[in-house]
């Protein structure tokens, strides 16, 4: 039997959750932990194969940071498309290109629908304009998620100058 090993990416994932993670620190999941600092800069080292965390530790870090990293790198190998609900403005970071572009095609649907509904006897009530509104701010959102996406990736690849010369 092969030896059983943890991807690249899962690797890099779960230092990603330990040492990215806004407002959290290594420090401060070991104390949720209750295990030592450098176990868990171990647990994040990925060269350190034999340091990884239980299921029962795995869980609560996640749960801890809320740092989808690694489960989206298991549900990219697993062919699934990792999409948030509810995404507010402070998560835009977290989500991918297609999965911001995925959810406003659902909300176009969603505008579609409404619209027609409210366009059925020709009137407009306050109640719809607002669920229509309503519909339309999550499109908005979601559009926006998926540019700050494209512009991470931009900024990640293009080397800052360049970036600065677009502007210009």
């Known amino acids: 039997m092969s030896e059983i090993i943890l991807s690249q990416e899962a690797k890099t994932a779960l230092y990603k959750m ?13 104390d949720m932990l209750g295990d030592s600092h450098k176990t868990v800069l171990n647990i994040a080292n990925p060269n350190m194969e034999n340091h ?7 869980e609560a ?8 990293a690694l ?3 298991w549900a990219h190998q697993l062919g699934f498309v990792l999409v948030p609900v509810g995404c507010d403005g402070q998560k835009h970071h977290e989500m991918s290109i297609l999965e ?4 406003s095609n659902v909300a ?14 020709n009137i407009v009530t306050a109640q719809e304009y607002e669920e229509t509104h309503s519909i339309f701010q ?4 979601l559009v926006t998620a998926a540019d700050k996406a494209l512009q991470k990736m931009a900024k990640s690849r293009i080397p800052v100058s360049d970036l600065e010369k677009q502007k210009a």
């Open 18 to 30: 330990v040492h990215q993670t806004p407002g959290i620190t290594p420090s401060s999941i070991a």
């Open 52 to 58: 990884l965390p239980s299921l029962k530790k795995l």
């Open 61 to 68: 870090m996640i749960n801890y940071t809320q740092n989808p």
């Open 71 to 73: 489960i989206k790198v």
């Open 100 to 103: 911001a572009l995925l959810q």
């Open 108 to 121: 176009n649907g969603l505008a579609n629908q409404k619209i027609a509904e409210v366009l059925e006897d």
């Open 138 to 141: 999550k499109i908005i959102e």
